[in-house]
């Protein structure tokens, strides 16, 4: 029999929890409803638990935590990953996992259609955009909605995912873990509404959008080191031309270096850029054998 875990990670969504638990009671009857508790004060673990969901507790702050404390605890085939504000459509849960065993997915992403005029904040919505595209350059685009908080994923996915964001970033980490592992992706879309009335956001823009593009270029500087440092490679050897190219010049011509410390400067420049173009083929190799381990645990598992 297929084991189906629903997760909802929860931080005061007293409001909303239980309408969740019990929309994707009827979406998915089959299915265990598990919701962590992540330092809420307003009652929201009494709430879950009256609505049927068996409930767990994570004190380290931050959605990432609260993801890694389920994917390690829980176990089943396919886990579907739910925020607890009411704002996405539980009956799209069936269809979610359909479309993942049918095409025998490791993760399908729920790409968000607004239903609502105050669903999707402005400055959400291009954050989203901005920070979809840039990882979709960097590691191949297979979303168009990379930070939404609705996903089916496999059992070889969970178990092998290393889970190392505290926060929301957590869903940055999953999309490169599965493009940076070539894993099987797929997404379709599913209504998202506007949240209850009494209802926050606990994203805030400029803040978790910071914090989302350091992971990315801490991502970036982990899994594509050579192109990383071949870029700041370029940038040293650039500087040290534009600073060395008139020493040289006037050497040439007066067979003087009037300017020695400009040559010396162009010179460390010089050596820098290729240090920095040798540490990015060593951390490239190392960066190759990680991914091997990792794909060899993915592989591991049923």
């Given amino acids: 029999m297929t084991r189906i875990a629903v997760l909802i990670p929860c931080h005061d969504e007293a409001l909303t929890v239980a309408e969740v638990v019990r929309g994707f009671r009827a979406a998915l009857p089959e299915a265990a409803i598990h919701v962590c508790d992540n330092n809420s004060r307003d009652g929201t673990d009494a709430a879950a638990r009256g609505a049927g969901a068996l409930v767990s507790y994570e004190t380290r702050p931050g959605k990432g935590s609260v993801v890694r404390r389920m994917f390690a605890d829980i176990e089943a085939d ?98 490169i873990h599965a493009l940076e592992l070539k894993l099987p992706v797929g997404e379709i879309s599913a209504p998202y509404g506007e949240r209850p009335e009494g209802s926050t956001s606990k994203l805030a823009t400029y803040r978790d959008g910071f914090i989302i593009l350091r992971l990315v270029g801490v991502l970036v500087q982990r899994e594509r080191p050579l192109e990383f440092f071949s870029a700041v490679a370029a940038l040293l050897l650039a500087a040290a031309m534009a600073l060395g190219l008139p020493v040289v010049f006037e050497f040439i011509e007066t067979g003087l270096v009037p300017r020695l410390p400009t040559a010396v400067l162009a010179s460390g420049l010089v050596l820098s850029a290729l240090l920095s173009f040798a540490v990015g083929l060593i951390l490239a190799a190392i960066a190759h054998g990680r991914r091997e381990v990792k794909r060899l645990a993915y592989l591991a598992l049923r």
């Fill in 78 to 175: 396919w886990y579907v990953m739910v925020d607890g504000d009411a704002t996405y459509d539980a009956t799209a849960a069936r269809r979610l996992l359909d479309h993942a065993i049918a095409h025998r997915l490791d993760m399908v992403n729920v790409a968000r259609e607004e239903t609502g005029a105050k669903a999707y904040r402005a400055g959400h919505r291009l954050g989203n955009r901005l920070l979809t595209g840039l990882v979709g350059r960097v590691f191949g685009q297979q979303t168009r909605d990379m930070l939404s908080g609705y996903k089916v994923f496999s059992r070889r996915f969970v178990k092998s995912f290393p889970a190392m964001s505290a926060g929301f970033e957590i869903e940055t980490e999953l999309m």
